[in-house]
């Protein structure tokens, strides 16, 4: 993925790992910041055996060999990569502003089309303000659209909101393939790198987070805390600048 090439690219890997935490729902790597990511265990259990190939061994390897794994087709590894990644990144929070992404897209898609690549708590709510919400997911609850229905869509939507595990699975180059030019397309999600490389691409903005509070973060991630439950995290958005 050229998109995980230019953010590699831009990260200094002179940073020990110290910790190293995958919970059933998020992973946590600890270099030089603690980055998060989505474990998507629900999808790697689907996957062939084995999950993970050097389980009980990660600590030893350096910050750049575990950021390389994001490239693994094996889903848990690629998330401890992406964690990695972002606990690379260091990230200027003067360029970020306190918003959350569903009022980002609330606000963009009023009387517009808007689709959502993950399924997020925040919809429910969402489709009453929008002028019409598709919601695409792996995991198809009612009223979803299977995956599959993603070529269709996207090139229909005015704002395109697209979760940061299409890192993790290697979806994004794609699915940012099918967004038409003039559509506003963010990236959404505790797995989502904040780096303005990313804006090279095509995306306007970034809604991620920054671990404030490194311990109480892993010790939520360790004992089952999904997005909502884990504490220690600031959320924050990064626009792409005119």
């Not at 998109?3 to 002179?14: G, P, V, Y």
């Not at 993790?168 to 790198?193: R, S």
């Not at 090279?200 to 404030?212: F, Q």
Request: charged share 20%; hydrophobic share 45%.
């Amino acid at each position: 993925m050229k998109m995980l090439d230019d953010i590699l690219s831009s990260l200094d890997f002179r940073a020990k790992v110290s910790d190293i935490c995958q919970g059933v729902f998020h992973t946590g790597v600890v270099t030089r910041n603690c980055g998060l990511a989505s474990t998507l265990s629900q999808d790697a259990f689907k996957q062939e055996r084995p999950l993970m190939r050097e389980p009980g061994f990660l600590l030893g390897k350096t910050a750049e060999e575990l950021a390389r794994m994001a490239y693994s087709p094996l889903i848990m590894e690629a998330a401890i990569g992406m964690a990695a990644i972002n606990s690379l990144i260091d990230l200027d929070e003067s360029s970020c502003v306190a918003v959350n992404a569903s009022e980002i897209m609330a606000e963009k898609g009023k009387g517009k089309k808007v689709a959502i690549i993950g399924y997020f708590p925040f919809v429910p709510n969402l489709k009453a303000r929008v002028g019409h919400l598709w919601v695409i997911e792996k995991n198809c609850r009612e009223g979803d659209l299977a995956e599959e229905e993603a070529d269709n869509i996207v090139p229909q939507a005015d704002v395109v909101g697209i979760t940061g595990t299409s890192f993790t699975n290697h979806t994004l180059e794609h699915l940012l393939g099918l967004c038409q030019p003039e559509a506003f397309v963010l990236m959404l999600g505790d797995t989502t790198p904040m780096s303005p490389v990313l804006f090279e691409y095509g995306i306007d903005a970034l809604c991620g987070v920054k671990v404030v509070d490194p311990r109480l973060a892993l010790n939520c991630v360790s004992q089952g805390a999904n997005f909502r439950q884990i504490k220690g995290l600031r959320l924050l958005t990064m626009f792409k600048q005119s």
